[in-house]
């Protein structure tokens, strides 16, 4: 009797130890998947945050082209104005210029 007993012990013994084998299998697998789930989850994060990241730039820099060609053109404006008064400034001076010389003349 005694050693039927001693086999049932061994015999839980040792189921208790296969569940605490299988539960630290288990356990091991559900970290592994949680390692698994969150790095691909960092990954499609960081290729998210990178895609926003390169759409801001390229709106940054389509802002800045456009800003720059404001720029240029208002230039443009400005010298063909400074060249406008430039001519009817040379106009007059070459004109006062010639009357002088014909009064100078007589």
Known sequence: MSESIMKGILEAEKKIDESIESAKRKAEQIVKDAESDSSALISS???QFDEKNKEKIAAL?????EERKKKIDEA????DGIKKKAEKTNSKAV???Y????????
């Open 95 to 97: 004109d006062y210029i």
């Open 76 to 79: 443009k404006k400005t010298v």
């Open 99 to 106: 009357n002088e010389f014909l009064k100078l003349a007589k």
């Open 45 to 47: 994060k960081k290729a």
């Open 61 to 65: 820099k389509k802002k800045l082209e």
